[in-house]
């Protein structure tokens, strides 16, 4: 599946991105920004430093907080080409504000502390209605607990084990099982018991046959008759048969 497309993979991303701005905030918490009128943002914006460490700030606590941005970065980078997120900045070109963070402690920063969070901000956001998108436009889904009691009854340890040819051959066994004892036919192999119990023949002692419920002379019954008489024994050959017979492991 397509990442902009997968929930899951979007809401880590965004998981991230949330991540690394908290971390930043948490490091930006132990600097003094280079801003407002009458201090260094009146005289050397720009040029000097986005941001200083506070005099009473701790060096080790600073390079720890700066690492853990760092860290932090490489993933939340991950939402960039999702979501198109970038600053573009005059003389310089585009910049992805994530890989470029570091620029905020640096002398002629690239960005700014706010243009970072901005960004953050921004990404989520963007994230936000790629997952309400990708949800719309997910296939349905019908999990185990959908399932016939008989057919995930017979399943469940194997394939909860691992062993999947197993489980899909039980479930089919199982099923051909409850069959043969509603129709007392023990006397037929499983794909000759599909074949004898769909048979458009009429029932005859010791031959009972299934029908489609429904008035037998009306074309959607008729047609799913037909198909059952088919569709039954195809199933037992392709998908029972294959299970049972083959000495290679089925993937999940």
């Known amino acids: 599946m397509e990442a902009r497309k997968n929930p899951e993979y979007l809401r880590s991303i965004a ?3 949330l991540e690394f701005r908290v ?3 948490e490091f930006l918490e132990l600097h003094v920004r280079n801003e407002g009128s009458g201090g260094w943002g009146g005289i050397a914006r720009g040029i000097a430093p986005a941001v200083f460490p506070r005099d009473d700030a701790d060096p080790d606590e600073i390079e720890r907080r700066r690492t853990k941005v760092s860290r932090l970065s490489g993933l939340a980078g991950a939402a960039v080409p999702l979501t198109n997120i970038a600053i573009r900045v005059q003389g310089v070109g585009v910049i992805d504000p994530f890989a470029a963070w570091q620029t905020i402690t640096q002398p002629k920063p690239v960005l700014e502390a706010p243009d970072v969070l901005g960004a953050c901000d921004q990404a989520l956001g963007r994230l936000d209605g790629l997952i309400l998108e990708s ?3 997910l296939p349905p889904t019908v999990g185990a607990a959908a399932m016939h009691p008989l057919v995930w009854g017979a399943a469940a340890r ?3 084990d691992g062993h999947f040819r197993e489980a899909v051959a039980g479930a089919a066994e199982s099923v051909v099982a409850m ?6 036919r023990n006397d037929l192999a499983a794909t000759a018991l599909w074949q004898e119990i769909f048979s458009n023949k009429e029932p005859e002692p010791g031959k009972p046959r299934l029908r489609w419920p429904g008035d037998p002379t009306h074309q959607d019954v008729i047609t799913m008759n037909a198909g059952l008489r088919f569709l039954a024994p195809g199933i037992q050959m392709t998908i029972r048969n294959n299970a049972a017979h083959s000495t290679s492991e089925l993937d999940e």
């Not at 069959?179 to 007392?184: D, E, G, I, L, Y």
């Open 15 to 17: 998981a991230a991105v």
């Open 158 to 160: 194997l394939w909860r």
């Open 179 to 184: 069959v043969k004892t509603r129709t007392k």
């Open 135 to 137: 949800e719309a436009e």
């Open 23 to 25: 971390a930043l905030v």
